[in-house]
């Protein structure tokens, strides 16, 4: 045990177990977390395995697009997503959004920058899905302006802000078709801006996709030609 480990005892930030100093970079707690080497393992970038070229869930074997993105058309041609949203991943999300603790959005920039620079080719624009006003006051900060501007930082790919959201009513108990009709009421372009013609949606978590759906569809409206989309997480 180290003379730091005496002094200043820290915990993971994700699962709370107290840690030794050396058990990860020095340079990991001067960016503000910690996480535990069970909790870093457990964020290893999941075996490729066969996902739908759309929306990223997991499909058998010789099957391109899962059941829901044949049914459904989304303004955004494919998602590029790392984790299903459940164990540690959800939890590094919760910590992350309703800790807070805003400097896991580091960490999460660190795990998708990889996946940026191996699934896009340049040029592309980062654009983060906005948070409502609401949620803004309540956590201090937009959660995927966080990580899209960290990722941007660690890249050299070009971010802009480009979309606002009014508060939108609760989500939860709503149909797909009212969600999508929700979504696309609170979100908008923001008043003269050029949009990029090539751009990459960052969101924490994906969920229905009728958020990201409604981001896509209003920044083709305003011109651009392909939009994707790069998530952490993923709920299915
Ligand atoms: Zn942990
Ligand atoms: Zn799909």
Same mark, same amino acid.
């Given at each position: 045990?180290?003379l730091?480990? /005496?002094c200043?005892?820290a915990? &993971?930030?994700?699962?709370?177990?107290?840690?030794?100093?050396g058990?990860?970079?020095?340079c990991?707690? +001067?960016?503000g977390?910690a996480? $535990?080497?069970?909790c870093?393992?457990?964020?290893?970038?999941?075996?490729a395995g *066969?996902?739908c070229?759309? &929306?990223s869930?997991? /499909?058998?074997r010789f099957?391109?697009? $899962?059941e829901? $993105?044949?049914?459904?058309?989304f303004?955004f041609?494919?998602?590029? !997503?790392?984790?299903?949203?459940?164990?540690?991943?959800?939890?590094?999300?919760? =910590?992350?959004?309703?800790a807070?603790?805003?400097?896991l #959005?580091?960490?999460?920039?660190?795990q998708?920058?990889?996946?940026?620079?191996?699934?896009?080719?340049?040029?592309?624009?980062l654009?983060?899905?906005?948070?409502s006003?609401?949620?803004?006051?309540?956590? #201090?900060?937009?959660?995927a !302006? !966080?990580i899209?501007r960290?990722?941007?930082?660690?890249?050299?790919?070009?971010i802009e802000? +480009?979309?606002?959201?009014?508060?939108a009513? =609760?989500?939860?108990?709503?149909s797909y078709?009212?969600?999508r009709? *929700?979504?696309?009421?609170?979100? =908008?372009?923001?008043?003269?801006?050029?949009?990029?013609?090539?751009i990459?949606?960052?969101? @924490?978590?994906?969920?229905?996709?009728a958020?990201? @759906?409604?981001c896509?569809?209003?920044?083709?409206?305003?011109?651009?030609?392909?939009?994707?989309?790069?998530?952490?997480?993923?709920?299915?």
């Amino acid at each position: 045990m180290g003379l730091l480990d /005496v002094c200043v005892p820290a915990h &993971c930030t994700v699962c709370g177990a107290v840690h030794r100093y050396g058990d990860h970079p020095v340079c990991e707690l +001067l960016r503000g977390y910690a996480l $535990c080497p069970a909790c870093r393992d457990a964020c290893a970038p999941a075996s490729a395995g *066969n996902r739908c070229e759309v &929306c990223s869930v997991p /499909v058998p074997r010789f099957i391109r697009v $899962c059941e829901r $993105c044949r049914r459904e058309v989304f303004a955004f041609s494919r998602a590029v !997503v790392m984790h299903r949203y459940s164990g540690v991943p959800e939890r590094v999300v919760e =910590s992350f959004k309703f800790a807070p603790h805003k400097s896991l #959005g580091r960490f999460v920039a660190e795990q998708l920058a990889p996946a940026l620079v191996g699934s896009f080719t340049p040029p592309v624009t980062l654009v983060p899905v906005p948070s409502s006003l609401r949620s803004v006051r309540r956590r #201090g900060f937009a959660g995927a !302006v !966080v990580i899209a501007r960290e990722l941007a930082r660690l890249t050299g790919v070009p971010i802009e802000e +480009l979309l606002r959201s009014r508060h939108a009513r =609760s989500q939860k108990a709503l149909s797909y078709e009212d969600r999508r009709a *929700n979504a696309l009421a609170s979100i =908008s372009l923001k008043a003269h801006r050029a949009v990029p013609h090539r751009i990459v949606l960052v969101d @924490d978590v994906l969920t229905t996709g009728a958020t990201a @759906d409604s981001c896509a569809e209003r920044l083709i409206a305003g011109g651009a030609k392909d939009v994707c989309l790069l998530a952490y997480a993923i709920e299915y």
